[in-house]
């Protein structure tokens, strides 16, 4: 089973658990370095939680996902048409101000993530602000149907350091906030595109 036939099959057992998870540490990361208005890509949406909190704090809104499922959901959950796209055929250029990637690249293979956060990183329009999370540690795993790729801030800051334009921020972990899952540890990351990067040595928060 892949990740995203796991989604399609529990998309209401899933949207269940996230829908009331408190993520305001990392909206006000995030929204704090955008403008009023910017366009956001949601990427990897999933339930449409994170795309519903910015509609209402007056931003524009594009929202992707890979499940079908989860594209029905986010649709009706948000009022949005949610896009049906995997992140391999992402097809954006320089279109947004803001990425919001939470909890979703980590499911693309490690040999297969610098191509796609490539593609993401060129569908970010001067000075854009990125948002990604993966669960911290080495190496990929499987655990109930899906493959997650973890990854610490040496290995993240290898990926970006291999983007053209990309300058890794800061990066920060935070645990899981779902109740059950408070032994876990996300590592989570902001990153700019710039046209004209300045050439800086980047330390973990």
């Known amino acids: 089973m892949t990740s995203i036939a796991y989604y399609d099959q529990h998309c209401d057992a899933f949207v269940a658990n996230t829908a009331s998870v408190d993520m305001t ?5 995030f929204l704090s370095r955008l403008k009023p208005g910017a366009h956001i890509l949601d990427a990897g949406c999933g339930s ?19 499940s079908v499922a989860m594209v029905r959901h986010a649709s009706a959950f948000t009022g949005i048409n949610v896009r049906q796209l995997t992140f391999e055929n992402l097809d954006y250029q320089a279109a947004f101000e803001g990425i919001w990637a939470c909890a979703s690249l980590l499911h693309i ?40 790729t973890n990854l610490t801030e040496e290995s993240l800051g290898e ?20 109740s059950d899952r408070e032994d ?6 902001l990153c700019k595109y710039s046209k004209t990067p300045v050439q800086t040595t980047w330390q973990p928060a």
């Open 184 to 189: 876990e540890r996300w590592l989570n990351a």
């Open 25 to 29: 540490e990392l909206y006000t990361a």
């Open 159 to 178: 990926l970006v350091d291999a983007l053209s334009g990309i300058s890794l921020l800061s990066t920060w972990q935070t645990s899981d906030k779902r």
């Open 109 to 148: 293979p490690l040999s297969e993530l610098p191509d796609v956060m490539a593609r993401m990183s060129e569908a970010l329009k001067n000075n854009g602000i990125w948002y990604l999370s993966f669960k911290y540690g080495a190496g990929e795993v499987s655990r109930d149907g899906r493959s997650f």
């Open 48 to 66: 449409g939680r994170d795309t519903c909190h910015f509609l209402k704090q007056g931003y524009h809104v594009t929202a992707i996902d890979g």
